[in-house]
């Protein structure tokens, strides 16, 4: 699969608060733990991006009924004008 990032942007260090055990069990299973981290990190941005899109796609398409019967049938809100 494409990554869906530049994989030749420059890379920087960062903080982040992790469990210290944790930390260096991973560290004795790989020699590359930013590596690691940066594969797990681009399959949940990849993970959320997909998520976002099929609810847009949802709401589009809930958008679109809702609009079809509006111009069918009207508002229901029409019988109570106040105009």
Known sequence: MKPSYNLQARK????LTL???LVQQAK???DNLSGVVESLLSDFVAQ???KRLIKSKALETTIAVWNDFD???GSFADE???L
């Open 71 to 73: 111009s069918k049938f």
């Open 12 to 15: 920087r260090p960062v903080n």
């Open 19 to 21: 469990n210290e055990e």
């Open 28 to 30: 004795g299973m790989t």
């Open 80 to 82: 109570y004008s106040s």
């Open 48 to 50: 959320q991006q997909k």
